[in-house]
């Protein structure tokens, strides 16, 4: 195992993050997002060989396996089609493809027991065992679902400036950040894509404003959703840890552990990108073979 390399990769609808490693040593690198729900095969072969290829410090053939966890791999067809593509592309290695869930709760638990979380411009949670994920609560979307995420978080802030809820402070600070209109909010929520993304654009500007009420008001009854719709049905939230991570999870550390407290649930890890968690527990596997 000294001399082999693998590569990781964590995939959303924007970014993928990916990983180079061995016993030895790991590199890390980033391209666009990549997923077989959005891409065509040749696109993905399109943006392997254009933007990650250029970043691999050694020839594609010294890589023996490829781990890709991403969006829109809950589907068969899809994981299919990727795994093709990953195997026609590192033609030396073997491509284990799956879900972001699976990612996050591997790299949040490893080979333990516990509730692993995301919250970033969507959301989702599963119960793991240790080994394998036994439930997982049906994800809705940002229309119907997504508690707890930037997506909803950004709805919220969007709703309080044209309900005119805000007072004249935030009102009056909303308008100079995001210098937009009704109109122009409401043609890209309905008639443009990525709805969900342009609505998580507006979510920063309750980070940009902690402290004030209102604000710490829409957060604190946000995050509770998610607890209370999601965590709270898993009969082992208070039992074993309760994982996160995404940007949201990570910007509101204070927030999720105050709400752990109130539900008397244990805190586990809180990490901002599942690749961190990703890289130890291949390096650990490494090790271990």
Request: aromatic content about 14%.
């Amino acid at each position: 195992m000294k001399n082999s390399h693998i590569l990781i990769a964590d995939s959303g609808s924007s970014k993928t993050a990916w990983c180079l490693l061995s016993v030895e040593s790991k590199k890390m690198m980033q391209t666009k997002g990549i997923s077989p729900y959005f891409m065509t095969k040749e696109q993905i072969n399109d943006a392997l060989e254009k933007e990650l290829f250029p970043l691999l410090p050694i020839e594609t053939t010294k890589i023996s396996e490829v781990y890709f966890y991403g969006t829109g791999l809950a589907d068969p067809q899809n994981i299919h089609l990727l795994k093709k593509v990953l195997e026609g592309t590192f033609i030396n290695s073997e491509a284990y493809v799956t879900h972001d869930m699976m990612g996050a709760a591997r790299a949040l638990c490893g080979h333990e027991k516990g509730i692993a979380c995301i919250l970033g411009t969507g959301s989702n949670s599963c119960y793991y065992n240790g080994s394998k994920i036994i439930k997982n609560n049906p994800g809705l979307g940002y229309v119907l679902g997504d508690e707890g995420s930037a997506a909803i978080l950004g709805k919220k802030v969007i709703q309080y400036y044209l309900y005119q809820t805000f007072d004249e402070e935030l009102k009056l600070s909303f308008e100079k950040e995001f210098q937009t209109t009704k109109e122009e909010i409401l043609f890209n929520v309905y008639k443009k894509p990525y709805p969900n993304r342009y609505l998580a654009s507006f979510s920063y500007f309750l980070y940009e404003h902690r402290g004030h009420y209102m604000i710490e008001n829409i957060l604190e009854d946000a995050l509770n959703d998610f607890f209370f719709y999601h965590v709270c049905k898993y009969a082992g939230s208070w039992e074993y840890p309760i994982h996160f991570t995404g940007g949201v999870a990570w910007a509101y550390k204070d927030i999720i552990l105050e709400l752990c407290n109130t539900y008397g649930m244990t805190p586990g890890n809180i990490i901002k990108e599942p690749i961190e968690g990703l890289v130890s527990f291949h390096k650990a596997e490494m090790n271990n073979s």
